[in-house]
């Protein structure tokens, strides 16, 4: 499974993006997909994740802001950003395949105040 995450860019606080990660292969419908994120000098952090069948999670941090979905048929995931926060700014990545062994190249998000 090969990663793709676009979307981001410089957004206002209180502002909204929608990132996409597309993906190669036929397979990718099976695995869990998540999108994390990494900030300057912090480590890599979970922001959400979606089973195969449309399960979700959500860091605290992001709940009731921010909404994952899957397009199967389409082989993508979206994170909807709403109510950005400038410590939502960070590089995001997604993740997904067997054992979340496949990384996208990452999308900057940069939220300013």
């Known amino acids: 499974v090969q990663l793709q995450a676009s979307g981001g860019g410089l957004v206002q606080a209180g502002g909204s993006l929608r990132l996409s990660c597309a993906a190669s292969?036929?397979?990718?419908?099976?695995?869990?997909t998540g999108w994390y994120r990494q900030a300057p000098g912090k480590q890599r952090e979970l922001v959400a994740t979606i089973s195969s069948g449309g399960s979700t999670n959500y860091a605290d941090s992001v709940k009731g802001r921010f909404t994952i979905s899957r397009d199967n048929a389409n082989n993508r995931v979206y994170l909807q950003m709403n109510s950005l926060k400038p410590e939502d700014t960070a590089v995001y990545y997604c993740?997904?395949?067997?054992?979340?062994?496949?990384w996208g190249q990452g999308t900057q998000v940069t939220v300013s105040s």
């Open positions: 292969g036929s397979t990718f419908s099976r695995y869990y």
């Open positions: 993740n997904s395949g067997p054992g979340g062994s496949n």
